[in-house]
């Protein structure tokens, strides 16, 4: 689908998960069927089917030949793990109020590792970002994002980092399609727990490990998110082929 359309789909589709919570709609709900849809959101059916083939393919909603679309017994309070969004947008889906500390930004020359993750040159810089994602003094996210210098063409000084860094990326016309994920439990060495402010023995957290890249398949971003294991859940559908 076309960059446009995509976009509009996505929107529908958050949209959709949006009409689904608020109307308390559970697991062997119909939906309200595609006509009612283009009322309801002012779209075209081609926007509508798209943001329902988004949600089918999330496991969220499943299609019944003949007798419409109808909520699947997927947790609602679970994040699909197939569906890429930023942290900010994470956050803000589930209604945390959680403010953002920016530890860390630098410009660095890149490892062996991190040229070839990136598709760097020899000679090309790379940007160090690491933040923390609070709520109530206690850290939901710690996050560190490489991302190649030469994205931003502006002083670094200028751009607002406590935000979505998609859309910062976004705004200078490189947008993030798809993203290769590793997720394992981990807990945290003491260190980094005297440095986030949280305590080692709280438990597991979820590390995320992702590569994220545009259309063409071409790397801009390499981004390590710890996600506090007793607030963050993501789930998958596996089917059989």
């Given at each position: 689908m076309g960059r446009q359309h995509r976009t509009l789909a996505v929107q529908v589709r958050d949209q959709l998960r949006t009409m689904v919570a608020q109307e308390g709609l559970g697991p062997g709900d119909r939906l309200?069927?595609?006509n009612d849809?283009?009322?309801l959101f002012g779209v075209g059916r081609t926007s509508i089917r798209e943001a329902l083939k988004l949600?089918?393919?999330e496991g969220l909603i499943q299609a019944r030949h003949g007798d419409g679309r109808y909520l699947t017994s997927q947790p609602s309070l679970e994040r699909p793990l197939t569906r890429l969004a930023g942290t900010t947008d994470m956050l803000a889906e589930r209604g945390y109020g959680a403010s953002t500390v920016v530890l860390d930004l630098a410009v660095k020359e890149p490892t062996r590792r991190q040229l070839d993750?990136?598709?760097l040159s020899p000679g090309d810089t790379v940007v160090r970002l690491e933040r923390l994602r609070?709520?109530?003094?206690?850290?939901?996210?710690?996050?560190?994002d490489l991302f190649p210098r030469a994205l931003i063409p502006f002083p670094l000084g200028e751009v607002d980092w406590t935000g979505s860094l998609l859309e910062v990326l976004a705004a200078y016309d490189h947008v993030v399609e798809y993203a290769v994920t590793q997720v394992r439990a981990v807990t945290l060495a003491d260190e980094?727990?005297?440095?986030?402010?949280?305590?080692?023995?709280e438990g597991a957290w979820l590390?995320?490990?992702?590569t994220h890249h545009d259309s063409s398949g071409r790397p801009l971003l390499h981004s390590v998110d710890c996600h506090r294991g007793s607030?963050?859940?993501f789930h998958l559908v596996r089917r059989r082929d």
């Open positions: 309200p069927s595609e849809l283009i009322a949600l089918e393919q993750l990136l598709r609070r709520r109530d003094g206690d850290v939901l996210v710690h996050s560190t980094q727990a005297a440095r986030l402010g949280a305590d080692a023995g590390m995320l490990t992702q607030d963050f859940a």
